[in-house]
């Protein structure tokens, strides 16, 4: 199993970013997906999880409603639509694939994880 998260950079305070998650799994359909994110110098946190289906969809609280998670099983490709930005989303984010078919907070429960990509936000 291969996850590659793409789309981080440097954004400006309110703006928004798309991050793209693809994954190599010929049973990525079968898997609820998340993202997490490591802010510097401390642990890494949930942010928002998919599951197979796309019909539910799990957030932080401290991203709801700024964050939306969608999936496209056609392309093995997640999403993470990041709107309002703030400095505290400054971190490396991550996918990762569930251990079943929902949604899951459960950091531990995310085996398999992808490489990050950096966001950060700049006041």
């Known amino acids: 199993v291969q996850l590659q998260a793409s789309g981080g950079g440097l954004v400006q305070v309110g703006a928004s970013r798309n991050l793209s998650c693809i994954i190599h799994?010929?049973?990525?359909?079968?898997?609820?997906i998340g993202w997490l994110r490591q802010a510097p110098g401390k642990a890494r946190e949930f942010v928002a999880s998919?599951?197979?289906?796309?019909?539910?969809?799990e957030y932080s609280d401290s991203v709801k409603g700024r964050f939306t998670v969608s999936r496209d099983n056609a392309k093995n490709t997640v999403y993470l639509q990041m709107n309002s930005l703030l400095p505290g989303d400054t971190a490396i984010y991550y996918c990762a694939r569930a251990p079943g078919t929902g949604t899951t907070s459960y950091i531990q429960g995310y085996l398999h994880w992808g490489q990050g990509t950096l966001v950060t936000v700049s006041s």
């Open positions: 998919i599951s197979r289906n796309g019909r539910t969809t």
């Open positions: 799994d010929q049973s990525f359909s079968i898997y609820g």
